[in-house]
């Protein structure tokens, strides 16, 4: 039984293959066509699944498309309505392409990929949650999802038992958990739909000054989550933008302009939102506790993706443990769409062993073997060191203690937005310089963001506050306190921006500014080699932390290829890249000439 899942058409398309309920291929449509959240139909995704399944689309049993469009489309005409006259413009710009293509998905899907069979459509947050609670370990579980909006829905609660999920409550369009971070993302001059990372990552710089003013103006919390948010202040359902002039004289300023100095004022926003948001995630699953009286929970949908919050969950809920869906946005939901119709309408037995999630270290995308990276190397004269299977752990090790910066491409790409050692930049975690180093001269991004640790699984709770695995980086857990340093009293007098320069513990480089890391747990069965590397720099050096990054710069998506992880190493100042067993040191490398035609025809954005 083949069952391919697609999510298009909002942001971050992507495609997944199901075959007798086991997940063969999923990725992202950006990966293949380098446009960052690219929501194009996902032909390239689609051809890879496939490829990687070893069948054609004559071979596919049923389609599986994300959410239903014409309640979608409903959704966008009562808003209109209910807003009319203002609003002309957004509605003018939208109805076009829902005219021509968006309302017939059917026959899109049907065009697009010559397919002639069944095509089902799942409600927008039953392919979230599907996505949560069908690869999660548990043989049942509450259900929350939060993210900007599907149909109608925003937020639901639901619970997983064996094959089948039932959404039981819901909060709806226009009072919106994600759609409220989206703003203050706007507002602080950061991308909307892509930057809200960067919100998150700038908070702990910031004082939470306008937390009362966000709750007492802004939005009515209820106890269970539940909140209606003052529509006079936000954009959203009538304007090409989220915030209004209203919004901007309560915070008495304007959104900030992208690329422009970040002043204590948004630093002071960001923290005030995120505190916020925090608050009505644990509002919500207490709740889904109380209703579903479970101890495991599922999450998923975008503000799933704010790992803050759900360590905070973890850590101050009620839950006994918590699994995030590692693609949380849409593109899980493609995911969450084929499994829906595995499970959900076609009834098949579900088989977990309550330990092990059936996601597979979220390792689906494709790999390259040493043959096509070779002939890669060989035809374009790339200078190289080949390593033998024993030596790569070993050479890696010692490169990562002398602080060198390392682009680490090893077997199947990973699927959802974190890097988690197979497409990653590796770097050595105790050095202080690191953070602002690989921000600065590898990714061209803001000095601010932090980075994240890979920890040996087994030696986690030695370095963090953390009582369950995270193999997908998406819990934030405090550093120990003994793993912390003392802090003198001029660092203690420190403010916003710097807050950097106070070295706080024994792994500078993982450890933000409020003493807080996103972790990754890395276990010898989901990535053996990963695992083997960090054992070894552990047996060498007496850390079993290093530095992991999405292999990456600002504004393009995670390489795919050795052909874009050879451009991406050769236009930062990385040291070295080791692909499979071929290590490429930079200063031996000739620079690159723009002129060559495959760097034409492999050019990033």
């Known amino acids: 039984m083949n069952i391919l899942g697609i999510s298009a058409f909002y942001h971050d398309s992507a495609a997944c293959l199901v075959q007798d309920g086991n997940i063969i291929a999923a990725a992202q449509e950006e990966r293949f066509t380098r446009k960052k959240h690219d929501f194009a139909f996902p032909e390239n995704a689609i051809s890879y ?24 489309f409903e959704r966008i005409l009562e808003t209109y309505v209910a807003y009319a006259p203002f609003g002309i413009r957004s509605f003018i710009k939208a109805i076009p392409l829902w005219i021509k293509q968006k309302l017939w998905m059917k026959n899109l899907i049907r065009k697009e990929l010559g397919y002639t069979g069944k095509i089902i459509f799942p409600e927008h947050h039953e392919s979230h949650a599907a996505s949560a609670y069908f690869p999660s370990p548990f043989t049942e579980a509450a259900i929350l999802t939060m993210d900007g909006v599907g149909e109608w829905a925003t937020s639901s609660i639901g619970i997983g038992k064996n094959n089948n999920i039932e959404l039981l409550y819901e909060m709806r369009f226009p009072h919106s958990l994600g ?4 703003a203050f993302t706007y507002y602080t001059g950061f991308k ?35 909140f209606k948010l003052n529509m006079k202040y936000f954009d959203y359902c009538a304007g090409l933008k989220m915030t209004n002039e209203n919004f901007n004289k309560l915070f008495e300023s304007k959104p900030r302009k992208s690329e422009s100095k970040l002043t204590q004022h948004y630093m002071d926003i960001a923290k005030s939102i995120q505190d916020v948001t925090e608050e009505i995630m644990l509002c919500m699953s207490k709740h889904a506790y109380k209703v579903t009286g479970l101890k495991s929970l599922c999450l998923s949908g975008g503000v ?68 096509y990276i070779l002939d890669f190397l060989k035809t374009k004269n790339i200078l190289y060191r080949e390593l ?93 306190e003994s793993v912390r340093n003392n802090v003198t009293s001029n ?58 990054t999405s292999f990456n710069v600002r504004g393009e998506p995670i390489v795919c290829s050795p052909e874009e992880a050879y451009l991406c190493f050769m236009r930062t100042n990385m040291d070295y890249l080791i692909m499979e067993n071929f290590l490429l040191e930079k200063k031996e490398q000739k620079p690159l000439d723009k002129d060559i035609d495959w760097l034409r025809e492999f050019e990033l954005d």
């Open 179 to 182: 759609l409220l971070y989206s």
């Open 388 to 480: 033998a299977d024993n030596e790569i752990v070993e050479v890696i090790a010692d490169l990562i203690a002398k602080e060198k910066v390392i682009g680490w491409f090893q077997g199947r790409m990973e699927f959802g937005p974190r890097a988690l050692g197979a497409r990653s930049i590796i770097g050595d975690a105790r050095s202080p310089k690191m953070q602002e180093e690989m921000n600065l001269k590898i990714k061209f991004r803001e000095s601010f963001r932090p980075f994240a640790p890979s920890v040996l699984e087994e030696k986690s709770d030695e370095y963090f506050d953390l009582n369950q695995e995270s193999p997908y980086m998406l819990l934030v857990a405090p550093v120990k």
């Open 491 to 548: 660092e203690k007098e420190l403010h916003g921006i710097n807050k950097l320069f106070s070295v706080r513990s024994k792994i500078p480089a993982v450890t933000h500014v409020d003493y807080s890391a996103r972790v990754q747990t890395v276990s010898k069965d989901d990535n053996p080699l990963y695992h083997k590397l960090i054992s070894r720099f552990y047996e060498k050096y007496g850390c079993p932390v290093i530095i992991n």
């Open 192 to 226: 909307v739909n892509s930057g809200e990372y960067k919100l998150m990552g700038l908070a702990p710089y910031g004082e939470p000054k306008y937390k009362d003013l966000i709750l007492k103006e802004l939005i009515d919390l209820k106890d269970d989550g539940s």
């Open 304 to 371: 799933a993706l704010n790992c803050v919050g759900n360590g905070r969950i973890l850590r101050e809920g009620p839950f006994k443990e918590v699994w995030v869906q590692p693609a949380s946005g849409d593109a899980g939901s493609a995911l969450g769409a084929a499994l829906f119709v595995w499970y959900q309408y076609l009834g098949n037995k579900r088989l977990t062993n309550s330990r092990k999630d059936l996601q597979k270290g979220s390792y689906l995308g494709p790999a390259f073997d040493k043959k």
């Open 49 to 72: 699944c496939l490829q990687e399944g070893k069948i054609s689309v004559k071979d596919l049993d049923f389609v599986a498309f994300y959410d239903k469009p014409f309640i979608k």
